[in-house]
Each structure stands twice: as structure tokens, then as C-alpha cells.
């Protein structure tokens, strides 16, 4: 295993199996509840008082990794307008309903089981008005309400996923075990994988709540249309929203059945398009830099770096301050050793965006690959302060100060580390560290 390949599961380590536990409610494997929208008996593993503790718990960390919300108050503000129109009018108003509009480049929306929700700005550019964005918020509401996540598959899935990342790959290597600079084609691991039935649900479940809240139900049917479409002539752009989103031609004709039936009198109504358009033309007036990253991440994902490397300096050339753009084209030259010319771009990302975490932790860790521990230690805990409780970056923290010469610091971080994970090459280098120091018998 060399440097560059070092820990994916370090980047992903976010919960240990005690805050698993505690989070989930070890007493609540599995019990019935009424359902919400169809008062049937479901079978959930948390109560909503527990979907609401995991959005609080992981969803930070996932929008983090789909490179923290878009830095353009308007788009978010816009956004968010049509999450409150809709969701004025679902069955679970009560929940903390959120949105943002997110730096990812992959096509995808995603909600968590209380309510925060992140639509991706690859997704946000390809759409044609303001109902077909309605019809995506509608969907991931219509998750929140049927509760799929809190339903017993569901939460076994997130609990696999947070569990999936304990065990840090890595080898000493000078200053120990540092992160993977890949990058996924969408992270979004953290999120539950829905069935068929659970899709079928939530559309019909988003078209009504579109449809109560002033829209024209065949919005609907342009956003299905819209995925269809992309998944013909751009599969790889969609792996992430199909992982999660099982997506078919039969839910289109079901939407363009429904629109064309049930609610077929909405589709007199204004879908929005002026408004749609001027409220997000900031956004689409970087689609070039959008496109040409995404198929930059496309490349990364398949490991051919030099191509990755030029998608994303086209990127650069179309919009030159775009904090994505940046953070991806420091991952694509670390991954081919050029390490110098890689922290230059992610120290670029921290001043464009300095309240999003992730450039933080790529020039911790780039800074310790050039055996500049101090610089390291400043942006992790930057890191460390943005975004609270990453495991991985307490090691790295305790990496950082071993290279600086303070023993007593890097001990205390490698002991904190150690009661997070007892597994791994990470917790068998803390270990010997403290156990050669006489800290540890």
C-alpha cells in the first residue's frame, strides 16, 4: 500500500460503534409505528426524535464532503423558498426541514431522515424550471414523510456505512498513515440506498405536495424525463443518484400518468421558468466549469489522473475562483506526486471558501507529505473546528505534532484516538507510539 493509496475509510470515519448505538437507540432495533401518510403499520428503528439527532450527527459531514453549500446566498435563499412552499403542505410539518444548494458537481439530490436536504448545483444547472425543481425537492419530502429511512432497512444501512470506515489503512510511511486524496464519483456514503417501492412512494408523494403547494404536476414528469435522458447519454454522471435513487422509465410514465389524470387541471399553472432562470443564472452561468469537473471526478474515479488534471484546469480556465475546481485539481496532481504544485491549489481553495472544511484537511495533509508538520497542525485544526469529530483528523493531528517534536501533545491525541478505534494500522501506530513513550504498558 503506498502514500497515495492510503485510507479511504480515514476520510469516511465518522462514527464509532458506541455513538452508533447511542445515536440509534441500541433498545430500538426494530418496533412498529403508524405510518404518516398512509396510517399503516411500518417497521422503523428510530423514533423522530432520533431522525432528527442523526441529521444533526452526519449530515454536516456528508454536505462537507459534497464540498460544503454553493457561496452564493441568492441560489440558497431561492431554493430554500421552494422547500418552505412545499413543505407547508406535507405530513410531517413538523420536522426542521433545510436545503441548501451544494458544490458537488455529480447529479443528485438527497435528504436525511429529519429533513436536511442537499441538492447537488450538477443537478440544479440541468434543470429547465422551477416546478421541475419542485418535483426533486417533493421527492426527497416525500422520503422524509413515509419515514424510508427510519424504516428498519434503512437504518441498518446507515449504521453499516458509519461503522464501514473504523479500520484506517495506512503504513508509517515518515509521519504515519495520511489520508486517500482520491476522490468518488459522488461521496454521499453516508446516505441509506432506497427500493423500488420506497421511489414509488416518494414521487407520488413529491407530485401531490408539488401540486398542493401551486405547481403543475407535469413538473414532475420533466424532472423523470430529465433523468432518463442523462441516464441514456451520461450514466456515469448519474452512479451516485441511481445507487441511491433507483430511477426507470416506468416512474416517468407513472408521474406523466398521474399528471395527465388525477392532476391533470395543475398543468394550467406557471411552472416558473422566469423565475427559475433568473434566480439561478449565477449558477448557470459556471456550467462549463460544472461540466468539465464532472468529468474530471468521472476520470479520478477510474484512476486516470493526467486526464482528471487537465478536466480540471479546463475548469479553471472557465471559472479560475471556483473552490471545487481548486480542491478537485489538488487531489488530481497529488495523486501523480506532485504534491508541491497540489498544496498550491488547495491553499487557493481555503481562501476562496475558508468556512468549508474539506481544503482545511487536504493541506493538513499535503503540508505533512511535505514535512511541514506546523502548517499541517494549523489547518487541522481549522479542520478540527469547522467540522468537529472526524477520528481520522485527530490522528493526523497527533502526526503533526510527533513531527514537531512535542511528545506530550502528539500522545494526547493518539490516546484520544485509541478510544475511538482500537482496529487498524492508525491504532497500531498510536499504540506504539504510547507504549514506546511510557504512556502505554
Keep these: 500500500m503506498n502514500i497515495d493509496e492510503l485510507a479511504l475509510s480515514l476520510q469516511r470515519n465518522r462514527l464509532t460503534r458506541r455513538q452508533v448505538l447511542a445515536l440509534f437507540g441500541a433498545a430500538a432495533l426494530s418496533g412498529c409505528a403508524s405510518s404518516p401518510v398512509g396510517g399503516g403499520s411500518?417497521?422503523?428503528?428510530?423514533?423522530?426524535?432520533?431522525?432528527?439527532?442523526?441529521?444533526?450527527?452526519?449530515?454536516?459531514?456528508?454536505?462537507?464532503?459534497?464540498?460544503?453549500?454553493?457561496?452564493?446566498?441568492?441560489?440558497n435563499d431561492y431554493v430554500s423558498s421552494v422547500g418552505r412552499r412545499l413543505d407547508a403542505n406535507v405530513h410531517r410539518p413538523q420536522m426542521p426541514y433545510s436545503y441548501r444548494v451544494l458544490n458537488a458537481n455529480y447529479v443528485n439530490a438527497y435528504t436525511f431522515p429529519g429533513g436536511a436536504m442537499g441538492v447537488t448545483r450538477g443537478?440544479?444547472?440541468?434543470?429547465?424550471?422551477?416546478?421541475?425543481?419542485?418535483?426533486?425537492?417533493?421527492?426527497?419530502?416525500?422520503?422524509?414523510?413515509?419515514?424510508?429511512?427510519?424504516q428498519r432497512q434503512g437504518k441498518a444501512m446507515v449504521a453499516q456505512v458509519a461503522m464501514s470506515?473504523?479500520?484506517?489503512?495506512?503504513?508509517?510511511?515518515?509521519?504515519?498513515?495520511?489520508?486517500?486524496?482520491?476522490?468518488q464519483l459522488g461521496a454521499s456514503?453516508?446516505?441509506?440506498?432506497?427500493?423500488?417501492?420506497?421511489?414509488?412512494?416518494?414521487?407520488?408523494?413529491?407530485?401531490?405536495?408539488?401540486?398542493?403547494?401551486?405547481?403543475?404536476a407535469n413538473g414532475m414528469v420533466g424532472l423523470q424525463e430529465l433523468l432518463v435522458e442523462q441516464q441514456k447519454s451520461s450514466p456515469g454522471m448519474l452512479q451516485t443518484m441511481f445507487s441511491t435513487h433507483p430511477m426507470s422509465s416506468e416512474r416517468r410514465d407513472t408521474?406523466?400518468?398521474?399528471?395527465?389524470?388525477?392532476?391533470v387541471a395543475s398543468n394550467k399553472r406557471d411552472p416558473g421558468r422566469e423565475r427559475f432562470m433568473d434566480s439561478t443564472a449565477?449558477?448557470?452561468?459556471?456550467?462549463?466549469?460544472?461540466?468539465?469537473?464532472?468529468?474530471?471526478?468521472?476520470?479520478?474515479?477510474?484512476?486516470?489522473?493526467?486526464?482528471?488534471?487537465?478536466?480540471?484546469?479546463?475548469?479553471?480556465?472557465?471559472?479560475?475562483?471556483?473552490?471545487?475546481?481548486?480542491?478537485?485539481?489538488?487531489?488530481?496532481?497529488?495523486?501523480?506526486?506532485k504534491d508541491a504544485q497540489a498544496l498550491e491549489y488547495a491553499r487557493t481553495a481555503t481562501k476562496i471558501y475558508p468556512q468549508e472544511a474539506q481544503a482545511q484537511k487536504?493541506?493538513?495533509?499535503?503540508?505533512?507529505?511535505?514535512?511541514?508538520?506546523?502548517?499541517?497542525?494549523e489547518h487541522?485544526?481549522?479542520?478540527?473546528?469547522?467540522?468537529?469529530?472526524?477520528?481520522?483528523?485527530?490522528?493526523?493531528?497527533?502526526?503533526?505534532?510527533?513531527?514537531?517534536?512535542?511528545?506530550?501533545?502528539?500522545?494526547?491525541?493518539?490516546?484520544?484516538?485509541?478510544?475511538?478505534?482500537?482496529?487498524?494500522?492508525?491504532?497500531?501506530?498510536?499504540?506504539?507510539?504510547?507504549v514506546s513513550w511510557g504512556y502505554l504498558k
Design 42 to 75: 411500518i417497521l422503523v428503528g428510530m423514533d423522530e426524535d432520533e431522525e432528527k439527532a442523526v441529521d444533526k450527527k452526519v449530515a454536516p459531514q456528508q454536505f462537507s464532503q459534497d464540498l460544503g453549500p454553493v457561496q452564493d446566498a441568492q441560489i
Design 123 to 150: 443537478i440544479l444547472v440541468e434543470l429547465d424550471n422551477e416546478a421541475e425543481l419542485a418535483g426533486l425537492l417533493g421527492h426527497e419530502l416525500g422520503h422524509v414523510n413515509a419515514r424510508h429511512a427510519a
Design 165 to 183: 470506515g473504523a479500520n484506517l489503512i495506512g503504513t508509517a510511511a515518515g509521519y504515519g498513515g495520511l489520508v486517500d486524496l482520491g476522490t
Design 189 to 216: 456514503v453516508l446516505l441509506s440506498s432506497y427500493s423500488r417501492d420506497n421511489e414509488r412512494e416518494a414521487d407520488q408523494l413529491g407530485q401531490d405536495y408539488m401540486v398542493r403547494a401551486g405547481y403543475p
Design 255 to 263: 408521474a406523466r400518468q398521474l399528471a395527465e389524470g388525477k392532476y
Design 282 to 337: 449565477a449558477l448557470r452561468r459556471i456550467k462549463p466549469c460544472i461540466d468539465a469537473c464532472q468529468k474530471g471526478e468521472t476520470a479520478m474515479a477510474g484512476k486516470q489522473y493526467g486526464k482528471a488534471e487537465e478536466q480540471f484546469r479546463t475548469a479553471l480556465k472557465a471559472t479560475p475562483r471556483d473552490y471545487a475546481a481548486n480542491l478537485l485539481l489538488a487531489k488530481a496532481l497529488s495523486m501523480q506526486d
Design 362 to 377: 487536504l493541506v493538513g495533509v499535503l503540508a505533512l507529505q511535505q514535512r511541514d508538520p506546523a502548517a499541517a497542525y
Design 380 to 434: 487541522l485544526e481549522r479542520y478540527d473546528r469547522l467540522l468537529p469529530g472526524d477520528a481520522g483528523v485527530t490522528f493526523l493531528k497527533g502526526v503533526s505534532q510527533e513531527g514537531m517534536g512535542n511528545r506530550q501533545e502528539a500522545a494526547r491525541f493518539y490516546a484520544a484516538y485509541l478510544r475511538q478505534n482500537r482496529q487498524g494500522k492508525a491504532a497500531e501506530y498510536s499504540q506504539s507510539r504510547l
